[in-house]
């Protein structure tokens, strides 16, 4: 499955009850999750391993994640191609 059908079927979606008592295991989860989405597009895209993978998710993440996992992957997809 793409990355973007995974977004669809809300794969990366966090699906914990967010308290005070489960903050961290919330935060825990989330982060997580993230690093699936990071380690599916860097796949996706042919970029496990590239050596400037890391940078194009922190750009594309620090850029678009505000906007959802969506926007992260279209700009990911974007700037892939200057690598």
């Known amino acids: 499955m793409s990355v973007f059908e995974n977004i669809r079927n809300g794969l990366y979606d966090n699906k914990t009850t967010y308290s005070e008592e489960t903050r961290k295991e919330h935060r825990a989860e989330t982060a997580r999750l993230e690093a699936i989405f990071k ?3 860097e796949e996706e895209f042919g970029l496990t391993g ?5 940078k194009l998710y922190g750009i594309a993440w620090s850029s678009c994640h505000s906007a959802g996992y969506i926007d992260v992957a279209h ?3 974007e700037l892939s191609e200057l690598l």
Do not use: M, N, S
């Not at 590239?50 to 890391?54: C, L, Q, S, Y």
């Open 39 to 41: 380690a599916d597009l």
């Open 50 to 54: 590239h050596p400037k993978a890391d």
């Open 75 to 77: 700009y990911y997809d």
